[in-house]
């Protein structure tokens, strides 16, 4: 079974705050997603990682797929109330894999 | 832009009501889901289907069924609510190609049964 732990659990920090979220495992994934879920909402699919040491940024946010596929790191830099929201990571397994394994997530709480 | 839609939204239900859960997409996605997910914690896999009259139970026990009788359709079906069935549940399709698997979520459907 592959796992995905997902650290910390909980954030709280301040408007303006760097802040990085890790997602690590002990499975290769073929690629791995991050998405982020705001309450009553479904997840949002925020990028998509494949290739080991790849690294995607989406404005403030800048994402890192660690070299062996088995890790992943989310850095928000200059974080902004808007930012609130729980962090999935989800991993997949390649061709024919029918699921993704998600993480439990990071519940991150930017205050004003 | 996912185009993936759960109705209702919310549900307030009776004890020993038989409910059926809603989720359609229009991306032609072969792969379905369905999620348990309690506010602000992991999401836990209760059924899944690979296209048209395939479904598989998921990872969390669940007193649900589901069908797939249709690409677009996968809905959902809990023959006599409980209490406990009390959660958010949310609907999924994914796609794959250039060795990923990308999911797209519904806005999910709250569930409170009293």
């Known amino acids: 079974t592959q796992l995905l732990e997902q650290s910390p659990q909980f954030l709280s920090i301040q408007e303006g705050e760097n802040l990085t979220v890790y997602c690590n495992s002990s499975s290769v994934f073929s690629s791995l997603q991050w998405y982020r879920q705001e309450p009553g909402e479904g997840p949002v699919l925020l990028v998509t990682?494949?290739?080991?040491?790849e690294v995607k940024k989406l404005k403030r946010l800048t994402f890192q797929f660690g070299d062996a596929r088995k890790d992943s790191s989310l850095h928000i830099t200059a974080a902004q109330p808007g930012d609130t929201g729980l962090y999935l990571c989800a991993g997949g397994s390649g061709a024919g894999s029918y699921q993704l394994t998600f993480g439990k997530g990071t519940k991150l709480s930017v205050i004003p | 832009e996912a185009d993936i839609y759960q109705t209702p939204r919310y549900l307030v239900i009776g004890t020993g009501k038989k409910i059926t859960l809603e989720c359609s997409q229009t991306?032609?996605?072969?792969?379905m889901y369905w999620y348990q997910q309690d506010p602000g914690m992991e999401l836990h896999l209760i059924h899944y289907s690979y296209g048209v009259n395939s479904t598989e139970k998921g990872d969390l026990s669940s007193e649900s069924t589901v069908s797939r009788i249709r690409t677009e359709h996968f809905p959902l079906t809990l023959e006599s609510a409980r209490p406990s069935h009390t959660s958010q549940y949310l609907c999924?399709?994914?796609?794959?190609?250039?060795?990923?698997?990308?999911?797209?979520f519904g806005q999910g459907t709250r569930l409170t049964v009293v």
């Open positions: 990682v494949v290739t080991g040491g």
């Open positions: 999924a399709s994914s796609k794959q190609g250039g060795g990923r698997t990308e999911a797209f």
């Open positions: 991306m032609g996605h072969d792969k």
